[in-house]
């Protein structure tokens, strides 16, 4: 990648002259089946963009309680598009039903400025990487749309959800109004992501990524590398292989319960605080990260293979 990135033919991308991220935007608008993609910097700049496409200032967003967008985005829905938050439940896996679509739903009227925006997530981080199917994405679209209510879907490991479900990703993200996907994480790319949807959804986002920063000239040098992490979704399936003998090498040690992954995600629970006990993994040259006072996240990637989980479990071993 660091290859691609030294001789990537580059141009101004503010002007759209860039070949590279032009290449690269038309390749992911067709692997998720939308008419235009847009290159960002961040799944955090995709997804307050999206937002801000989809609403007007003053609606609501309803958002599943435990979401990247919501958790973990500095409250970007209310600084950059002035959203309003409603926040729905969605079980251990962050399936958003239609029935709490239709309860989370408030009808714009002079006292109230309605709903305008649906986020889903795949997979879903906090709830360990999740892969949600694509019946129910489907039907948490339909209760929305039925609405006049769009949706925007945080797909910033969506094809981790795809090799998990052994689908298309276009599938997936056939029903929602606009998809992001993270070109780094389990896809290897150094930075990046994209953002797509129909074309005057993309027109639009290409103004507010302008307004938020997101403006870059020869971009071709992040671009090249990210082409090479389209290619790298076809082998996400060993990640969450790995992932699965993670788990259950840290489930046989005492104190430890690690939960069976669908995906590249390993959440594990602690008998100790998380950050004491990362802190001795740290020390033995293995990183993960807190996810609750007693819970810590570990994730597999192209640059962990077999022989590393097996020496991650025997040093994880140790610290604990």
């Known amino acids: 990648m660091r290859e691609a990135a030294a001789d990537a033919e580059v141009g101004d991308d503010v002007y759209g002259e860039d070949p590279t991220i032009n290449e690269l935007e038309a390749a992911f608008a067709d692997v998720v089946g939308k008419d235009d993609a847009l290159f960002v910097p961040s799944g955090t700049m995709g997804n307050q963009i999206a937002a801000r496409v989809h609403t007007e200032r003053g609606q609501e967003a309803l958002v599943e309680e435990e979401s990247h967008i919501y958790k973990w985005e500095l409250g970007g ?8 938050v409603r926040t729905i439940a969605a079980g251990d896996r962050g399936d958003v039903t239609p029935e709490a679509v239709a309860d989370g739903y408030v009808e714009a009227d002079d006292h109230r400025p309605g709903t305008g925006l649906l986020c889903l997530e795949n997979t879903h981080n906090s709830k360990g990487g999740t892969a949600i199917r694509a019946d129910r994405i489907d039907a948490a679209c339909e209760a929305a749309h039925d609405r ?4 925007h879907l945080d797909g910033a490991r ?3 959800a795809a090799a998990a479900l052994e689908t298309d990703a276009a599938r997936l993200a056939r029903e929602v109004d606009s998809v992001m996907c993270c070109l780094s994480k389990g896809l290897g790319a150094p930075v990046g992501s994209m953002l797509a949807g129909d074309a005057a959804f993309v027109d639009a986002a290409h103004r507010i990524r302008k307004l938020l920063g997101g403006g870059m000239r020869q971009a071709g040098m992040v671009a090249a590398p990210g082409l090479l992490a389209l290619e790298n979704r076809d082998r996400l399936a060993d990640d969450h292989e790995n992932a699965r003998q993670l788990a259950e090498g840290l489930d046989a040690i005492g104190g430890l319960s690690a939960r069976e992954p669908e995906t590249n995600i390993v959440l594990v629970e602690t008998n100790e605080p998380a950050e004491r006990f990362l802190g001795r993994c740290e020390r033995n040259d293995v990183l ?4 609750g006072e007693y819970v810590v ?8 293979d077999d022989a590393d989980i097996e020496t991650a479990i025997r040093r994880i071993e140790r610290a604990a």
């Open 288 to 291: 993960g990260v807190p996810f």
């Open 158 to 160: 969506l094809f981790n």
């Open 77 to 84: 829905l209310a600084q950059h598009a002035e959203l309003q």
């Open 297 to 304: 996240r570990f994730c597999t990637h192209l640059d962990v």
């Open 148 to 151: 006049g209510v769009s949706v």
